[in-house]
């Protein structure tokens, strides 16, 4: 079924038509934009009745057809414009709300991590405090004891310190790790021949801060290899650390 919009342009377009044909068979022309003033004045044939009729014809086409025809489409682009418009700031604020609420989730996201971060970092000093108390109790020498057991851990689950182990029960000789080159390093490599690894170590240290001869436990040993997968293979062995003597460690 065809549009009222559809039927005024048809209107408009067959009686255009036809006047254009009526025009052109009366001057001797083929498209109406030959017609020109004086090619009618000079046809004997063509009375002023009969360009008064067309001049009429034109009026009455353009007044009722082709101007009620462009104000209706006038007021429907109006329309389209004030919804389109309308739309827009419907989206902007489904925009605002968006970011509003992805903000939101990143907040809480950040201050999830930070409570996790706060208590691993929790966990894992208690841990390093009672492994020292109970090495302590069992050593009762430096790099001596009847029976030394190692424990490894990572120190976070974190993919930056998946690289990274704990060792404990290694007595701390302050003077020679500080002063001896590579001391500390040498030492840890000797104890993990036990489990036939021989891994890159990039850094060897201690954890914390110790004042020479107090009473402390020992401070646990942060060690850093080249990849998790060398940490995981140490962790897997960590149980074979057992009865290690004195020769075991430094010289």
């Known amino acids: 079924m065809a549009s009222p919009a559809s039927d005024s342009l048809e209107q408009i377009l067959s009686a255009r038509d036809n006047l254009a044909a009526e025009i052109c068979k009366a001057t001797g022309t083929v498209k109406l934009s030959e017609v020109r003033s004086e090619l009618i004045l000079k046809k004997r044939t063509i009375s002023k009745e009969k360009t008064c009729d067309w001049i009429q014809s034109l009026c009455t086409l353009l007044d009722s057809v082709c101007i009620p025809t462009l104000l209706s489409a006038n007021t429907g682009i109006a329309k389209l414009k004030e919804e389109k418009i309308a739309d827009s700031a419907s989206i902007i604020d489904l925009q605002g709300k968006l970011i509003e609420k992805q903000e939101t989730t990143i907040q809480n996201l950040v201050e999830k991590s930070d409570n996790d971060v706060s ?81 890159v170590i990039l850094d060897c ?23 998790a997968e060398t940490v995981q293979r140490i962790l897997s062995k960590s149980k074979m650390l057992k009865a290690v003597g004195e020769s075991t460690f430094f010289q």
């Open 119 to 199: 208590a691993m970092k929790t966990v894992v000093q208690s841990e390093i405090k009672s492994f020292s108390s109970l090495f302590k109790e069992t050593c009762s020498s430096a790099f001596a004891p009847q029976t030394i057991q190692a424990a490894v851990k990572r120190v976070h689950q974190d993919e930056d310190r998946s690289r990274n182990i704990v060792l404990y029960g290694m007595e701390e000789d302050i003077e020679r790790e500080s002063t001896v080159p590579n001391y500390l390093e040498n030492g840890v490599l000797k104890v993990l021949e036990h489990l036939n690894e021989k891994p």
């Open 205 to 227: 240290s201690r954890i914390g801060s110790k004042i020479p001869d107090d009473m402390e436990p020992d401070r646990p040993i942060l060690l850093k290899v080249r990849s």
